[in-house]
């Protein structure tokens, strides 16, 4: 089974060389530490930065430096800041490549519902939206079950929607998986976990054909 860091690291094996990438709340904020050697990828952050690096060790962080989830944040040689007004434009004019988002719950048709749980105190929707009506590929990060063990990989979402028939791969605790017309196809699994375990813990359409890889990270 993968933990959050496991996860951010198998994410990482998605960028490719010249991306630019938003990184969303929660899990997705960690790929940042594992781009690999080598590669150039331009992190963009809604808030208006570009060219965002890792987190910073302790002791060096700046308090005016964070990304869109006020955490302090580095900048990379080259970097910019601007106002989130241009920084949204960069979003919806299609600038960004991948966008790595968390999620309550995702169907197997590629909705996505992160950013609301009824009866609960919200500050606003953010740039969840924006970025998945125009983001090029979407991938979730996200825990298989919630913690009373519920699927969190359904046929229909409960919660309110974020975006529809968007997210194109899901990479949770237990495997990878492409959401294609045939519902949540399963790629990899992770270290330890099953191919019953995950059936018995996704709820939507799971299709799992060919051989399975484990999770490498």
């Not at 987190?55 to 430096?65: C, K, Q, R, S, T």
């Not at 590629?110 to 969840?128: E, L, Q, R, S, T």
């Not at 990899?188 to 709820?203: L, M, N, Y």
């Amino acid at each position: 089974m993968l933990d959050k860091y496991g996860i951010a690291k198998r994410i990482a094996k998605e960028l490719r060389d010249g991306y630019y990438v938003n990184l969303g709340i929660g899990i997705p904020t960690l790929v940042a530490n594992y781009i690999p050697e080598g590669m150039e990828v331009i992190l963009q952050s809604e808030n208006g930065l570009l060219g965002m690096g890792p987190f910073p060790v302790d002791g060096d962080e700046d308090p005016d430096l964070i990304n869109a989830g006020k955490q302090t944040v580095t900048m990379l040689k080259g970097a910019s800041l601007f106002d989130s007004a241009t920084s949204f434009g960069m979003i919806r004019a299609g600038k960004v490549d991948l966008t790595v988002l968390g999620a309550m719950e995702v169907t197997d048709r590629g909705d996505i519902a992160n950013w609301k749980v009824p009866g609960k105190m919200v500050k606003g929707m953010g740039g969840a939206m924006d970025l998945v009506a125009s983001a090029k590929n979407i991938i979730v990060a996200m825990m298989h079950t919630s913690k009373d063990g519920k699927s969190k990989l359904l046929e229909e979402c409960t919660l309110p929607i974020t975006g529809l028939h968007c997210v194109k791969k899901v990479i949770t605790e237990l495997g990878v998986f492409d959401i294609t017309e045939r519902g949540f196809e399963l790629r990899e699994h992770a270290p330890g976990v099953t191919i019953d375990e995950i059936r018995a813990k996704t709820k939507g359409r799971l299709v799992v054909e060919g051989e399975i890889t484990e999770v490498l990270v």
